[in-house]
């Protein structure tokens, strides 16, 4: 999952970031109303936390001019203001849930989770399968007919976001922003490593190839005549 929290307090923020990291998430942090509405405009992230209180443009402004341009991103609006009319203006203004100040992280992943559910139905699955090829959201685990494939951390999200995607070409850039958290290519071979590291992991032993390099455009995870299917 991609997530913006447009957020000034700074320490509140990167410690979203991190804890959203902990937890297999990519997290971006805007600083104030502006910038974070430049950044939602956008369309590239699964859910946005606005703190209402924002300098130079205010959350709730932010989310309403989202909403009025179409943008359908869901949104979770932070805020110390915890009144009931408080939260019945955010949520008019176009907020999608209300979360009020100090909270709980595992309160607030929770609910983020529950409206990426909502808003896309392919993130609450919880078993992705190409093949004979098997990864498990919740266990954190993956196995190839049966075998268990050992992989670190970088190498589940990457085989995490090729599933999620299978049978459709994955581009370096959607890879460098979705599993390394870049926004510039950093000119170096991170990609092709993993890449090779992941592809012996998953195919070594086996006759089927399934990691296809596409010449000119990036990789897709594909296996003939078989397609993902899923498990809730």
């Known amino acids: 999952m991609k997530i913006l929290v447009i957020e000034d307090d700074s320490e509140a923020a990167r410690y979203l970031q991190k804890a959203f990291s902990e937890a297999g998430h990519v997290t971006e942090i805007a600083g104030d109303g502006e910038t974070g509405a430049a950044l939602a405009e956008t369309g590239n992230y699964d859910i946005l936390i606005v703190d209402r209180m924002l300098p130079r443009r205010d959350g709730l402004s932010v989310v309403a001019g989202l909403r009025a341009q179409g943008n359908k991103t869901p949104v ?15 949520l008019r203004a176009g907020g999608d849930d209300y979360v009020t100040k100090p909270y709980a992280f595992s309160e607030l992943l929770a609910r983020v989770e529950v409206l990426q559910r909502r808003s896309n139905p392919r993130e609450a699955e919880t078993i992705y ?104």
């Open 76 to 90: 979770l609006i932070l805020s110390a203001l915890g009144q009931v009319d408080d939260r019945v203006t955010g």
């Open 129 to 232: 399968r190409v093949g004979d090829l098997e990864l498990d959201r919740l266990s954190h685990s993956a196995c190839r007919g049966g075998v268990d494939i050992a992989l670190q951390p970088r190498e589940f999200r990457l085989l995490e976001y090729l599933m999620r995607h299978a049978g459709q070409v994955v581009t370096r850039t959607m890879l460098l922003e979705n599993v390394w958290d870049y926004h510039f290519d950093p000119q170096t071979n991170v990609i092709d490593v993993h890449i090779s590291r992941l592809r012996s992991k998953i195919e070594k032993g086996f006759d089927q190839p399934l990691l296809h390099t596409i010449r000119g455009a990036g990789y897709m995870l594909k296996a003939e005549n078989a397609s993902r299917t899923k498990a809730k």
